[in-house]
């Protein structure tokens, strides 16, 4: 999902850093590999709820064996209708949001929004989100022969959308009582260099023309890029400025279950990712995003090296597991 290149801005306090084909601007807040505010751990071990690793990663296998999501595209309609069965097929009432948004290069993009819901009737809410579409171009091969070739996107979109599909299914088996909504979102990554709108499509539609009259989740989180190897997830800027309550309880939950490494106390940068559109709209969002102070996005970025043989089971069930004992929580 992601860009530098596609609109995602890395902030940085330091001062102005060029690189990963994108811009990193200058911006009042914290340098990546700053602490952010101490989360203590509790004393006792919180009972954890099941997720499957293996179950999450045949999520992502399932979508690279499509092909490439590009919204338009075969590959992108079979796999959005498996998305919707497979959570109508785990108890989740689904709504979804057809319509086409404009490119930067004037293409008019299909886009199709798939929105579920349990507990529809609770008032206090949770949106849970990750986007299934995939950049038509690997503009950061490093083999320039190849940056017009589509991406598998295992982990750039695949990975996010594989960790929601295993969650859904948990709750559907376990019926929470809490109010939780699941959005897989379209049209992320069509976007260009310098344009910042012509990014996150998908999310800027469905936070304009909620699917619920007056909707307006209580809290949210974004998966993107959470499937690499050995991933790491610090804290996101903008997800601090918004939300730092909820990305304080994210880091306690994930050392709660023994993961607390993955989720360390420090800024990795600011992405202008998906989250940011619910921010606009006064939504708290949350991103849990692989971002390093040293060497920023995952090597695989938007490169024909986004396949599945670069995802991780042990990463993908550490987001999950951290993502469900949050849930529980709250």
Request: proline fraction near 5%.
């Amino acid at each position: 999902m992601i860009s530098l290149f596609r609109g995602i801005t890395i902030v940085a306090a330091a001062g102005l850093l060029l690189g990963c084909g994108g811009s990193r601007h200058s911006s009042a807040g914290a340098d990546a590999g700053d602490t952010v505010r101490s989360v203590e751990s509790e004393d006792k071990s919180a009972e954890k709820w099941s997720f499957n690793a293996d179950s999450a990663y045949r999520n992502v296998s399932r979508q690279v064996e499509f092909g490439p999501r590009i919204p338009g595209t075969a590959s992108h309609k079979a796999t959005a209708d498996w998305l919707s069965s497979e959570l109508k097929r785990y108890g989740w009432m689904v709504t979804e949001q057809h319509s086409t948004v404009k490119a930067f290069d004037g293409s008019q993009l299909p886009l199709r929004n798939i929105f579920a819901q349990i507990n529809p009737e609770a008032t206090d809410r949770t949106l849970l989100l990750a986007h299934y579409d995939t950049r038509p171009w690997a503009d950061e091969d490093p083999d320039p022969t190849k940056r017009q070739q589509p991406i598998d996107g295992a982990n750039d979109g695949g990975s996010g959308t594989g960790v929601l599909l295993e969650i859904a299914r948990q709750l559907g088996m376990s019926a929470p009582t809490g109010g939780i909504d699941i959005l897989l979102v379209d049209c992320e990554d069509y976007g260009t260099s310098g344009d910042e709108e012509s990014w996150a499509l998908g999310a800027g539609y469905f936070a304009a023309h909620p699917p619920i009259e007056g909707y307006k989740p209580a809290r949210a989180i974004l998966l993107d890029m959470v499937g690499g190897k050995d991933g790491v997830f610090p804290a996101e800027y903008y997800s601090r400025q918004a939300a730092a309550d909820i990305d304080d309880a994210i880091r306690l939950a994930a050392r709660r279950i023994g993961e607390g490494e993955r989720f360390p106390g420090v800024y990795g940068g600011a992405v202008t990712d998906d989250h940011v559109k619910l921010i606009e709209r006064g939504i708290p969002a949350v991103d849990i995003i692989e971002y390093r102070a040293e060497g920023g996005f995952n090597a695989t970025w938007h490169t024909t090296s986004d396949t599945l043989d670069n995802i991780d089971r042990e990463t993908l069930g550490a987001v999950g597991r951290t993502v469900m004992e949050y849930l529980k929580s709250i």
